[in-house]
């Protein structure tokens, strides 16, 4: 008869823990999962979120990392690259900031035209 009832009982599909064990336990189409696992889960998800943050932040170049890129790729138009760097880098820092700062200020947008030729390096 108890082997009746141990056909009955629930387990974590990650940690193992009995229905009678955890708090919690959520059904999946064929798994079960308990709270302390999801909990455990969604440490983990925060911590990596932090991480990846904090590598957002530290990863806009400056103007003069992005000039350099540019050196390998276009020869001479020491100026347009220049502006262009600025350019690019006031664009990963509004973008930093809007992923992290509320609504309430709202900073302009503004764009690069390439104007020249065809063939001349545009692109």
Not at 22 to 50: H, Q, R, S
């Amino acid at each position: 008869m108890s082997n009746k009832n141990n056909k009955n009982i629930l387990y974590c599909s990650f940690c193992g823990k009995s229905q009678h064990e955890v708090k919690k336990l959520i059904a999946g189409p064929t798994v079960f999962i308990c709270d302390e696992c999801v909990e455990l889960c969604m440490d983990i998800i925060k911590e990596e979120n932090k991480d990846s943050l904090v590598k957002y932040h530290e990863g806009v170049p400056s103007p003069k990392e992005i000039c350099n890129v540019l050196d390998d790729y276009v020869v001479g138009q020491k100026y347009a690259k220049e502006v262009l760097s600025v350019a690019v880098h006031n664009h990963y820092k509004r973008l930093n900031y809007e992923a992290k700062s509320s609504k309430d200020v709202e900073l302009a947008k503004s764009n690069v035209l390439l104007v020249g030729p065809t063939g001349c390096g545009k692109t």
